[in-house]
């Protein structure tokens, strides 16, 4: 029997994930992807001596790694160094400008939850125990089936005596940390895996607050050589089953045929037949920009009122000294935390910013020249390209200061420095209004009401990543692209 083609557009995780499975079932696939490299927002550029990650930094739910390496009857130890970092965050608050480590183990972190709260430990362990309980539920239950209707959620949430977190889906992270954390400070500890959901805490589902076991049990991780090793790696799997990968390969539009996706078109005229097209690129993007008007699944509306991540303000800097003072990643929590994604939420920026600074040079010598650091810092900002570039500039200042004040010179070291806006997410990479992230995961965006993997209107053309289901995050979208070869596989069974 001929072996079906199938046609991917774009090449982020999820692409470069669904691409290696469906080569490894016998399927002819190629890979088109507009940027000149693979791995959409898990990039990486290198100037003067630094290597920087230009997305993702924070290697979490590492058995979801393994899982996806396991389809292919692979280790994944065999192909990243991967190690555990202690601390696995410094927290910086203006009470504590030397920061408190935390290290994804109980025995010790309670000390640093007793100092910002004392008496909080029991409380917290508490919270952990729920957010285990979650995390297990969410990967049994959420990760491994793919689950798209409401229906297909409340049979699961009141089958699996899941009713606990069904409610828990419906009430906010925010409230729920609250009844455990009463300082500022605790909270902004407890909440910050929000960073990774793209929403302030309380636009969150309690249910997320999973996360909290997957950053403060499970641990974080780094693989040697920075986050590109993933893209590496799957991109050898890739190869090794056959994928052909073609690159500065921006598809223009999907031709469809009696609701049929029948291949496409690249810029510059090129056309590809396909069998099955897998849309990897933002599903807006895709719906608004590629597909014929006939056979979008959406109205102009539903986006209207779709929420997008935060952006985000990114300051690549080498530095010329070494920066004891900083670990491998840090948060600097200002008081304004909470109105920070409030604001950003009315499209302001906030007076008072708070920023992640990754540092990966603490753990990786190869990604600065001796004696250097390489700094990522990441300021959420509105995702909104109204905000201009030089506002965000002098945004950038004043985050520029507030590090200086933790370590002082800072400034004087500075051997190079490159800036990216919103603007540079929309150009780069269609991302939904300029965010970072995609759509961000508050209830009306997540699960059942997320857009699903199989368009409603064309026959056998499929999504995955970030902006379709279970969503944001390197681990869930390879957990994306699972769910998606399983649901080819088995419509083509049919
Ligand atoms: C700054 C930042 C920090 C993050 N931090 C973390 C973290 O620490 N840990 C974590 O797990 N996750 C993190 N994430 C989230 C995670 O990186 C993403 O959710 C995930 O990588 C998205 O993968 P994706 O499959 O959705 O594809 P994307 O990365 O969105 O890639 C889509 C690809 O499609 C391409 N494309 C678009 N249009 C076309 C077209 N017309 N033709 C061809 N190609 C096209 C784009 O160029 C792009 O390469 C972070 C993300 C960002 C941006």
Redo the contacts with the bound molecule.
């Keep these: 029997m001929r072996k079906k083609n199938v046609s991917i557009?774009?090449?982020?995780?999820?692409?470069l994930g669904v691409a290696a499975l469906l080569a490894r079932d016998g399927y002819r696939v190629h890979l088109?992807?507009?940027?000149p490299t693979l791995?959409?927002?898990?990039n990486r550029f290198s100037e003067e001596g630094f290597t920087f990650d230009t997305?993702?930094?924070?290697y979490?739910m590492p058995e979801i790694f393994e899982n996806f390496f396991g389809l292919f009857g692979e280790k994944i130890g065999n192909f990243l160094n991967l190690v555990r970092l202690a601390p696995s965050c410094r927290m910086f608050f203006d009470e504590h400008p030397r920061g408190i480590d935390f290290f994804s183990d109980f025995a010790k972190d309670k000390n640093a939850f007793a100092l910002l709260e004392p008496g909080s430990e029991e409380r917290i362990e508490l919270y952990y125990a729920r957010a285990r309980q979650k995390y297990r539920f969410v990967s049994e239950h959420i990760f491994r089936e793919n689950k798209e209707t409401l229906l297909d959620y409340a049979k699961l949430f009141f089958k699996k005596g899941g009713l606990g977190m069904g409610l828990g889906a419906v009430s906010s992270m925010d409230a729920e940390i609250s009844r455990v954390a009463r300082t500022p400070e605790l909270r902004a500890v407890l909440q910050y895996p929000a960073m990774?959901l793209g929403a302030g805490p309380w636009r969150l589902p309690a249910l997320y607050s999973f996360m909290s076991y997957a950053a403060f049990e499970q641990g974080v991780w780094y693989p040697k050589g920075g986050m590109y090793q993933v893209v590496e790696v799957l991109v050898s799997l890739g190869k090794k089953h056959g994928v052909t990968y073609h690159t500065s390969?921006?598809?223009e539009s999907v031709h469809v045929a009696e609701g049929r996706a029948t291949g496409f078109a690249l810029e510059g005229g090129k056309y590809f037949a396909a069998d099955i097209v897998v849309s990897?690129?933002?599903r807006f993007?895709t719906e608004e920009q590629?597909l014929p008007a006939r056979y979008r699944d959406y109205p102009k509306s539903f986006w209207e009122n779709k929420e997008p991540s935060y952006g985000?303000l990114?300051l690549f800097l080498g530095i010329r000294k070494k920066i004891p003072a900083l670990a491998h990643h840090n948060f600097f929590f200002n008081r304004g935390w909470k109105e920070q994604f409030r604001d950003i939420e009315k499209g302001k920026l906030s007076a008072d910013p708070s920023f992640y600074i990754g540092m990966r040079s603490a753990t990786d010598s190869s990604c600065a020249p001796s004696g250097m650091e390489n700094i990522f810092v990441?300021v959420p900002v509105p995702a909104s390209t109204a905000v201009s570039n030089d506002e965000l500039d002098r945004y950038g200042e004043k985050v520029m200061r507030k590090m200086i004040s933790i370590v002082p010179g800072l400034e004087k070291g500075i051997a190079f420095e490159r800036r990216w806006y919103p603007q540079d997410f929309a150009e780069?990479?269609?991302?939904f209004r300029g965010s970072?992230?995609?759509l961000a995961h508050t209830f009306f965006q997540t699960g059942p009401f997320r857009p699903p993997h199989r368009s409603k209107s064309v026959k056998n053309l499929y999504f995955?990543?970030?902006?379709t289901n279970p969503g944001?995050?390197?681990?869930t979208?390879l957990v994306s692209a699972t769910q998606v070869f399983k649901e080819i596989r088995a419509r083509e069974a049919m």
């Design positions: 557009i774009g090449g982020g995780i999820g692409g088109f992807e507009k940027n791995g959409g927002v898990c997305g993702p930094s924070w979490m990774f390969a921006p598809v990897d690129a933002d993007y590629l985000v990114l990441l780069r990479y269609h991302s970072a992230l995609g995955v990543g970030a902006t944001i995050g390197m681990p979208c």
